[in-house]
């Protein structure tokens, strides 16, 4: 090779950064960049998760806090006050092993289900909504969590605001933001959403969408007022918007509530209304099969964003539910878990009563299985929830259900995941310790 082939090689190579030229010295292979990642490192995700949206208008963020809060085991010994479900002990596991055995054998149990869920299925639940809600207006979803994101998915572009309870459940807050939502609070008294402020928070953002628990709120256990359910879905209406109603305890009513109100899609003759229901509050975590209802188009936009993401819910697990609430034991299951929990939050308010008076409980529900107090001005919520932990008992801070600033500290405690009663008294002995460690 001539000298002049040689050096524009020498050059070439050097422009890639595989030899080093040193004049005088000669040329030399170049070292592995300190940047070239060693094998497994996968620093580099970190860019690439974060990368592309910079330039978003509004940040997707995917946080799961708010969600494993009420999902994960506690340390063992620790008292679970933070639980989202029903202790195994208040779980229909009999019923539920041979359902799950019987449906297995069901003929055609592990073919492929209709996109929309079983005819009969999607049948048990449409009566169970009532009102003009037909079996062709169901889709059978997996969990109320799955059928909340498919609902915002079809019914808000990322960007687009979201008018949500305020406080609500975190999950859904969790979904809004991973979806591009903007979710924006609009108050809850102890009758519900506050209707004038419903109009006002439609009036300034142009919302599309509404987010409402209308009956055992999570966190606040309020039931929408029955001269606010009509408002409601007026506001609604006249906004040209859809009120997603996620009707998540309709099951867990304790045994001395007086008659439940109807869901609001039960009186929606407008398509107004996209209602949600999930059978795990009342059964497992694990059972997860819940519905979409709805009528006129949204139901399309509904069925297709729930195929693409999912096709459709685990056939066994239909068959399974039908098996289950057809039984003989799914009455009884549902009576004796009305009366636990009925037992179960009298034990709660009584303990609070007796050993934490300066923790304000502004409403008593008669349905769920939670409590939701304010704490005294001045108490750090953060040190409280941690002096908790170390108590022993595991406690949900009120902040992740605000999707703004909160107007209070406050603390959510679940007395459906504990063993008893007895735990329930316990644990809130450990929680007037925890009060008076962060008190000093
Ligand atoms: C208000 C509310 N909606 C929906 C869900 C989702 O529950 P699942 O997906 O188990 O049906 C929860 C769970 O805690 C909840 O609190």
Redesign the pocket.
């Known amino acids: 090779m001539s000298p002049v082939t040689v050096s524009r090689a020498l050059a070439g190579l050097a422009a890639e950064g595989l030899v080093v030229t040193r004049p005088g010295a000669g040329a030399f292979r170049a070292q592995p960049r300190a940047s070239a990642a060693a094998a497994g490192d996968t620093s580099w995700q970190e860019v690439a998760l974060s990368a592309d949206g910079a330039a978003d208008l509004v940040p997707r963020s995917v946080d799961a806090s708010g969600?494993l809060v009420?999902l994960a085991a506690p340390p063992p010994g620790v008292i679970e006050f933070n639980g989202?479900?029903l202790h195994p002990c208040l779980q229909p596991e009999r019923a539920m092993a041979a359902a799950l055995s019987r449906a297995g054998r069901r003929p055609g149990a592990w073919g492929r289900p209709p996109m929309e869920g079983l005819p009969e299925l999607r049948e048990w639940f449409a009566r169970s909504v009532g009102g003009p809600v037909s079996a062709a207006g169901v889709l059978v979803t997996s969990?109320?969590?799955?059928?909340?994101t498919t609902a915002l998915r079809a019914l808000a572009p990322p960007g687009a605001p979201v008018l949500v309870e305020s406080p609500?459940?975190p999950?859904?807050l969790a979904i809004a933001r991973a979806a591009g939502l903007r979710p924006v609070p609009v108050p809850v008294d102890a009758d519900g959403v506050r209707p004038a402020l419903l109009a006002d928070a439609f009036r300034a953002t142009g919302a599309r969408v509404f987010v409402c628990?209308p009956l055992f709120?999570?966190p606040t256990g309020a039931v929408l007022a029955p001269e606010r359910r009509g408002e409601v879905l007026r506001i609604a209406r006249e906004a040209g918007a859809f009120v997603v109603e996620?009707d998540?305890?309709r099951r867990l009513v304790h045994e001395d509530a007086g008659p439940l109100p109807r869901p609001l899609a039960a009186d929606d003759p407008d398509g107004v209304v996209v209602h949600?229901c999930?059978?795990?509050?009342a059964t497992s975590?694990s059972f997860?099969v819940?519905a979409l209802a709805a009528h006129g188009p949204v139901l399309e936009r509904l069925r297709a964003i729930q195929v693409v993401d999912t096709f459709f819910v685990p056939r066994p697990l239909q068959e399974a539910t039908l098996e289950l609430v057809g039984s003989p034991a799914w009455p009884r299951h549902l009576r004796a878990i009305s009366a636990d929990l009925r037992a179960r939050r009298d034990a709660m308010t009584a303990a609070l009563r007796l050993r934490l008076p300066e923790l304000a409980l502004p409403h008593v529900p008669s349905g769920g299985y939670h409590l939701w107090l304010r704490l005294p001005e001045g108490t750090a919520e953060s040190a409280l929830t941690a002096a908790a932990l170390r108590a022993g008992v595991a406690v949900t801070p009120g902040r992740p259900y605000f999707s703004a600033e909160p107007p209070a500290g406050h603390l959510r405690l679940s007395f459906a995941a504990v063993a008893g009663t007895g735990e329930i008294t316990e644990g809130v002995r450990r929680l007037r310790t925890a009060c008076d460690e962060v008190r000093g």
């Not at 969990?143 to 909340?148: D, F, R, V, Y």
């Not at 999930?278 to 509050?281: A, H, Q, Y």
């Open positions: 969600v009420s989202g479900y969990g109320g969590q799955s059928a909340l609500t459940y999950g859904m628990q709120q999570n996620d998540f305890v949600v999930s059978l795990t509050k975590p997860r819940s």
